[in-house]
Structures are given as structure tokens and as C-alpha cells.
């Protein structure tokens, strides 16, 4: 990607891959970066002439060299994946916005910790949609949902229904719904968020869901049986549910051990 740039009246900030990572190596500490990443940071204004972070970006890079949270949100549409990585610590959240899934350079936005939710809902454009006119959760053959969220597809119920696996019981309601998803533009996000614990680290936490003007259903994974195919659940939700599943989804500070390996 282009190289750093940083344009303080603005208030946007893009950094390469190198750059990225030249300051969560040097853990906030300039004389630390690589002579070329160093040169590239000074034109590009995030570090100052005398080789110091510019104090306006110093608390972003503090959260990006030791977070005590990692986030990765995938969201997909009919125009392809935009992929925001993100680090927080117990004041800001950094998000690197790419169209890549690994981490890359890309551009920056630094929010307080406490707007991440709000920040990540108009990510995934959560807002109204109609409710889905099924009340009960459905298990499933993974590669079945794969299909109905394939782009251009518009499965009939008798699509569906051949579709099954033998063992497989969806009820009339589910497939009436899969069968208007798969005829709608469908978007996909997948949210996950992973941290240190006293007992266990790293800890996880994932928010999966399918979202369309049908409605938006929650993915889970269920422990797996001996089944020929792997299972999916997927739970009829609204999006004040939504809402409130991606509040929950960042733990407590006082949950939160020491701060990850960047």
C-alpha cells in the first residue's frame, strides 16, 4: 500500500504495513524503529523531526503496542469484505481498516474505549430491518447456509428441501425464510475479541450473524455430533438484540489480565 500519511487537520491517519508495525515493535519508543520505517514516519508527520511520536497520536500507539483487547471485525457484502482489525487498551480503541484479512496497513481511527459499540454498528450498518417470521431456533448443514449467503442464488423451498441432509428436520417457517434471504442482497459480519484472563488465555468471545432486510438470524456452533456434515444454530434475532449482543461482547477492565503480545 502507499506509504504513511498522517494530516493532523484532517484528523485521518493511514499507515503502511511497515509502518504499523514499526510502531507496535517499538512499543511507543521511536529510537526503536527500523531507519527506513523511522524516515517513512517523519514524512509522513507521525513522527516529529526530532524523533519523537507526535504526542497528538501518542496514546493511540500506547494502545496499539500493548492492548488488552484485540478485535477483528469481517463484514460482507455483495461488493466483497472489508476487514477492521483492532486493538484496545483501557482508554481507546484503534481500528485498522483494510480490505485484507491479515493484519495490514491501512487507514486509522482511534475512538474512547466506551464508543467502540456505536462505532462498530454503523461498521456493520446495523439499524432496522423486519423481524423474522420464525420464532424458534434451526440446526443446519454449515455449507447450506454458505449457499442461500452466496451472492445471485434464489433458492425455492424445493431447492432447499434437496438440499438437506437426510437427518436434517427445517421447519416450513426456516424455509421460507432461507429461501427470501438467498433472493435479497445479504450481508454477513463476523465480530471476534480475544484477551488475557487470570485462568485462561487467551479468552474469546465471536458474534456471527446474517443480516438482511428477511430479517437477521445469530450464527453459533454447536458442540459437534457424529454427523456427516458440520453443524451451524441460527437464532432469529432483531437488531436491539443485536445491539445488545455487541455491547456484551468487550469483558469488564477488571476481567482483563495482562495486556496481549502485539
Known sequence: MDESRFDPVAGTLRLSRAGLFGLIRSKGDPSLLDPDVAEELRGASVATAAGAVDPRLERAVVALARPLIRLSLEATRDAG????????????????????????????????????????????SLGPRDRPKVADPVVLAAGLLEAIAAPGQGFDISDLEALLDHEEEVPQPWL????????????????????????????????????????????????????????????????????RLLCALLPPLDEVAEPLVS
Open 81 to 124: 469484505a472489508i476487514h477492521h482489525h483492532g486493538w484496545i487498551d483501557s482508554h481507546l480503541a484503534v481500528v485498522v481498516s483494510t480490505t485484507s484479512a491479515v493484519v495490514d496497513g491501512g487507514d486509522v481511527v482511534a475512538i474512547p474505549r466506551p464508543l467502540w459499540p456505536s462505532y462498530a454498528a454503523r461498521l456493520i
Open 176 to 243: 421460507e425464510l432461507l429461501s427470501c434471504m438467498s433472493r435479497l442482497p445479504v450481508a454477513r459480519w463476523r465480530l471476534g475479541a480475544w484477551w488475557n484472563t487470570e485462568v485462561e488465555s487467551p479468552r474469546a468471545r465471536l458474534l456471527e450473524v446474517i443480516d438482511s432486510q428477511a430479517g437477521m438470524v445469530l450464527i453459533t456452533h454447536p458442540a459437534q455430533q457424529a454427523r456427516r456434515y458440520r453443524q451451524i444454530r441460527l437464532d432469529p434475532i432483531t437488531p436491539s438484540q443485536a445491539w
